[in-house]
């Protein structure tokens, strides 16, 4: 490792010293505590049985779990070793699961025990992965994950630069199969920078750990709140009645919010007098009356943002009363043009392609080339996502372009023609088309427009069945509606924007 480079195990090692008697994780689920010292002599621990294992400098370290204490100090090991983690969205099918580790190939897996038979039952299509342990107490047909941290935390060091791979994170699927975003080390810091100073975080806060640990807002919010020497506060599943509990006992200080989270937590704290007064900062995506309601409630502060999972999560951030609607202004390092399809910068005001360039721009996708090569032409991350800048240098979205068309139901990432894709293997399915619309509780909600072939029946819960047995359920439409034909272009293609001002 060189002079300028810095590691998230490094931010480990530090924190052990600085902080070290400070709670560095709370475990709810098993009413655990561990500190900044202890969580460094675990992370060790399993540095050095994965080290002897054979775990090496870039090898891949798969885990498909809940969010937990040993999910995020498999995050800390592998740093340790420079491997790099690839957490599986367990919301995903066992295909699509298997065709995640498929294409980054782990040589070893870390499993949830309900999440065991699904596993077991693709074992035979994985041929990369040479151990699988469980991250549970029920070992279930793997081995324990117990066992590697029976030794002295003594591993061999590793260079390891800011400039390494860290995790793959898995975005939706554009093109009917999801790609692999790697994320540096630096890519980490740079994000857990821009969180700290946008919260103004303190060793004091506390975060609620909801969000989980696949996704990169909620890996981010996790070592963000470590960087700060805050307190993690871990809840292995979202309850909100558990929730409001959690925020009144520790003074829950942060969280990152999907809606319906804030609104489950507002009703929650309503029906059981839980005080959530200290909640002081949430950021994320919500309705504005949620917003209103929760800033009314606590005197807290709502941050709204735009980002990606290729840009670590932030590029532009503020507060939400400064410009309501808007997604803030660009955060440090952030360098953000507003393009034409030529690559030329629109004048301020109009519209144009979000493009990125600084330290938060991810590595690039995973064994694609070509897709990287694109995005990343002419010197600038190019987002996919349109948005303007007003006189004042707020960011305003405005959708996705057209090929990158995406629905955000519940803040998951939803492509429609991976959705489409599914809904045309039906038999009795001629043409489809999948959109976006409106939804009071996911803020968002998916919805298929269908026309059948000649004589053929099908009622909308049985499409609904039928995709949802097929991909992860989040991506099975909420609504259906069959028509006699579908508007059409010039050139005989589905008219997407007729589709959406007719059924939308």
């Not at 810095?6 to 052990?16: C, G, H, K, R």
């Not at 790697?182 to 975060?207: E, K, M, P």
């Not at 029946?457 to 034909?485: N, S």
């Amino acid at each position: 490792m060189g002079l300028y480079d810095v590691t998230f195990y490094d931010l480990i090692t530090q924190n052990a010293v600085v902080y070290g008697g400070y709670s560095a994780w709370y475990e709810a689920d098993d009413d655990k505590t561990v500190s900044f010292s202890q969580f460094k002599d675990m992370v060790d621990c399993l540095a050095a049985g994965l080290q002897k294992k054979g775990i090496k400098k870039g090898d891949r370290i798969g885990v498909l779990g809940q969010n937990s204490l040993a999910y995020f100090t498999l995050y800390g090991a592998a740093a340790a070793l420079g491997a790099v983690m690839l957490p599986v969205n367990w919301r995903l099918s066992a295909e699509e699961v298997a065709f995640n580790l498929n294409d980054c190939e782990p040589v070893i897996l870390f499993v949830d025990p309900e999440f065991q038979e699904m596993i077991s039952g693709v074992r035979g299509q994985l041929p990369s992965i040479q151990g699988v342990y469980s991250l549970g107490v029920d070992k279930g047909p793997f081995e324990e994950m117990a066992s590697l941290f029976k030794n002295e935390g003594l591993f061999e060091p590793v260079d390891v630069a800011g400039t390494d791979g860290f995790v793959i994170i898995h975005t939706a699927a554009v093109a009917g199969r999801p790609r692999g975003a790697l994320l540096s080390h630096g890519n980490l810091l740079c994000a857990n920078l821009v969180l700290n100073y946008g919260f103004n975080l303190g060793s004091g806060d506390v975060h609620l750990n909801l969000l989980p640990l696949f996704h990169v807002g909620g890996l981010f919010m996790a070592t963000n709140t470590f960087q700060a020497g805050a307190q993690n506060i871990n809840m292995r599943k979202f309850d909100a009645t558990k929730a409001v509990d959690l925020i009144e006992k520790f003074k829950v200080s942060i969280l990152f919010d999907f809606s319906p989270i804030l609104s489950s937590i507002l009703d929650a704290g309503e029906k059981t007098g839980k005080n959530i007064g200290s909640l002081r900062a949430v950021m994320g995506l919500d309705t504005p009356d949620i917003i209103e309601a929760y800033q009314k409630k606590t005197g807290g502060t709502f941050y709204s943002l735009f980002g990606q999972t290729e840009t670590s999560c932030v590029v532009t951030m503020g507060p939400y009363n400064d410009r309501p609607g808007s997604a803030g202004r660009p955060v440090s390092l952030a360098m953000v043009q507003l393009l034409d399809d030529n690559g030329v910068p629109v004048p301020q005001g109009e519209v144009g392609e979000i493009a990125v360039k600084g330290p938060m721009v991810f590595k690039g996708y995973w064994n694609l080339p070509q897709d990287t090569e694109a995005t990343f032409r002419n010197g600038w991350h190019h987002t996919g996502d349109l948005g303007r800048l007003d006189v004042d240098g707020y960011l305003w979205y405005s959708g996705r372009k057209p090929e990158k068309e995406l629905i955000k139901p519940g803040g998951e990432n939803v492509y429609p023609a991976e959705v489409e894709k599914v809904i045309l293997e039906h038999p009795v399915v001629e043409r489809t088309a999948v959109i976006g619309i409106p939804d009071p509780k996911w803020k968002e909600a998916i919805k298929a427009v269908c026309q059948l072939k000649s004589g053929q029946d099908l009622t909308p819960e049985a499409l609904i069945q039928f995709v949802g047995e097929r991909i992860a359920r989040y991506k099975k439409p909420q609504y259906v509606v069959f028509v006699t034909e579908m508007p059409e272009t010039a050139t005989g293609e589905i008219d997407r924007q007729k589709v959406k001002e007719l059924y939308g």
